[in-house]
């Protein structure tokens, strides 16, 4: 059965085809740029040129909540498109807090008690300790599935904004979509395991959103989640004793311990649906995927509208990916002895 998601998507298409070409950017903290200015000085160089914004400076921090390859990508999509546009007229402070959502919140207050000009938080505890940090300076977040489940809103409409100082991109892929693909490729499917933590809002609301349509479709399944890395072991056990499939939606804490996952998973010879692409590669069998990069950079296009054009943050609607891929790991399929549907692309690491 074929839906369509929910949720309004704005298509953000147009800001991806204006934003087509990747520069080689870099991501540099305000002392390592003037000390690189003074470099350049004392050699007596010329300086680069300093981009497309006049004598205007701008200072950008960006709080990345944790190292993996959907969230890197992300950020990497952004710096290029604010590198492309300004050069060396803008600063920016990139800074990961390794996981830890307390250590979101000192970077965040250190970003606001410099005055920056504008915040990207890379995944929801980030976009979280951003909102509660600061009613003032322009926040972006990216990685983050459902801006009203992590801003507490209710009855969201995500093509008026958030009414506040934030807006974004999500990376929520069509959730009916995603149940539809257990369907697809378990076809005599009776129970399905659905993994998050605990922590994460965002996880909770995919995997409620997907029980509907398992519900929907007759098909049983159990939530099981993990407070963090320590018990998630135990979890993951627990979660393919009893279940033809495994659904893991967009979860930072999961994505970044996907080998505990499939080190238990794969020799139970259970497909594991994954939210997003990199999750799939590090361990999981299929995904409906859309672009990171891509996705930063059109967060990199809503920041120069707010910085450059005078855009309000308030009323910006939330943008969409617009483009889907069924896409599946190779070698996970072969390691379980699974056929996947001919219209799903094989990757290999």
């Known amino acids: 059965m074929k839906r369509m998601t929910k949720l309004t998507a704005v298509s953000m298409a147009a800001v991806i085809a ?47 909540l944790v190292q993996h390859s959907a969230l890197d990508a992300a950020t990497k999509g952004f710096v290029d498109v604010l590198k492309e546009k300004y050069g060396d007229n803008v600063v920016i402070d990139e800074q990961n ?36 940090a600061t009613q003032d300076i322009p926040i972006l977040g990216t990685s983050v599935t459902d801006y009203g489940t992590a801003l507490a809103m209710d009855n969201f409409d995500a093509t008026k904004g958030t009414g506040i100082n934030v807006s974004g991109t999500s990376d929520l892929a069509p959730l009916g979509q995603q149940e539809d693909m257990i369907l697809e490729i378990v076809p005599d499917v009776k129970k ?50 009893d279940c033809d499939a495994l659904y893991i ?38 995904t409906l995927s859309i672009s990171y990069e891509d996705l930063g950079r059109a967060t990199g296009e809503q920041a120069i509208e707010i910085l450059s054009n005078g855009a309000d943050v308030k009323t910006m609607p939330i943008a969409y990916a617009s483009a889907t891929t069924k896409e599946y790991n190779k070698a996970y399929a072969d390691a379980i002895g699974i056929t996947m549907p001919s219209d799903y692309k094989a990757l290999d690491k």
């Open 192 to 241: 399905v395991s659905i993994l998050y933590c605990s922590a994460e809002a965002n996880s909770k609301f995919q995997a409620t959103e997907i029980g509907k349509y398992l519900k929907e479709d007759g098909i049983d399944y159990q939530e099981f989640t993990f407070a963090d890395s320590n018990d998630l072991q135990s979890v993951v056990q627990s979660a393919v004793a």
């Open 18 to 64: 204006a934003a087509s070409l990747t520069a080689c950017g870099s991501s540099t903290s305000p002392a390592t740029t003037e000390k690189a200015a003074e470099t350049t000085a004392a050699s007596g160089e010329t300086a680069a040129p300093a981009g497309d914004s006049g004598d205007k400076q701008f200072k950008v921090g960006i709080c990345q």
């Open 97 to 132: 807090a390794q996981g830890d959502s307390a250590t979101c919140t000192t970077i965040i207050n250190g970003f606001v008690s410099n005055e920056y000009d504008l915040i990207l938080a890379n995944a929801t505890p980030a976009l979280q300790a951003a909102m509660n």
């Open 249 to 286: 939606p967009t979860d930072n804490t999961a994505a970044s311990n996907m080998t505990v996952v499939t080190n238990i998973v794969q020799p139970a010879g259970i497909p594991i649906i994954c939210g997003e692409e990199n999750m799939m590669m590090s361990g999981g069998l299929a």
